[in-house]
């Protein structure tokens, strides 16, 4: 259609038509080096995957160390107790030899004593039955001294109480003060060892001479 004036008149109905042709496109292009959002996602629930299972492993690791652990234990206790047993056995088995070797040593002393008893019978003199009973002190003191037994000295001894077990007390100016001036029972030491104390009597003089 020719515009009066000479000129072409533009169609109005064309014109958003041509307009929208002449737009640039504007949908956004993703490049091809970067990830989705999904595939972002999904790289980090298997990263935190991949974590969940190491920790998993070394959590199951450490059980297993901790068990085994405690196995070995339970062995070591059980080994000490059958240690224990076994040390108190041989223990009792040390004593219950001792004994009877003490026993054994002892028997030849018991038959001397009745020899001793039925010599004294049959001659009916106590000059034999006193010699007869030395010879076994004698003898009994040597055995008991194999197995270190020994008398201890108390007689006319400075009193120890840690020897010694006071029974009396007697004022004699005879002596110096706590001395041991009678014996009531011998006391024994057992290799230095205190088996019993002597049980003595103990001097004391008067204070007035005491403090001269």
């Not at 038509?17 to 002449?22: H, N, S």
């Not at 920790?55 to 160390?65: G, I």
């Not at 020897?163 to 009678?182: A, K, S, Y």
Request: net charge negative.
């Amino acid at each position: 259609m020719n515009h009066p004036e000479g000129g072409t008149r533009k169609d109005p109905e064309l014109e958003p038509a041509e307009e929208m042709e002449m737009e640039p496109h504007t949908e956004p292009v993703l490049d091809a080096g970067e990830p989705s959002r999904e595939e972002g996602e999904n790289a980090r629930e298997q990263q935190e995957t991949g974590e969940l299972g190491q920790l998993k492993a070394q959590l199951a690791e450490k059980t297993r160390e901790v068990e085994e652990n405690y196995e070995r234990f339970l062995r070591a206790r059980a080994d000490l107790e059958n240690l224990k047993k076994r040390f108190q056995r041989e223990k009792e088995e040390i004593l219950a030899f001792a004994s009877r070797a003490l026993v054994e040593k002892l028997l030849p002393v018991i038959d001397d004593f009745q020899r001793a008893l039925e010599a004294a019978r049959k001659k009916r003199d106590f000059e034999t039955l006193n010699t007869g009973v030395e010879m076994i002190e004698k003898k009994l003191l040597s055995v008991l001294e194999a197995e270190g037994v020994e008398p201890l000295e108390a007689l006319y001894q400075p009193f120890d109480p840690q020897w010694h077990e006071p029974l009396m007390v007697e004022e004699n100016l005879d002596f110096p003060d706590n001395t041991v001036i009678e014996e009531f029972q011998k006391g024994y030491v057992m290799k230095g060892r205190l088996i019993r104390p002597s049980l003595v009597k103990v001097s004391k003089q008067k204070a007035s001479q005491t403090e001269e």
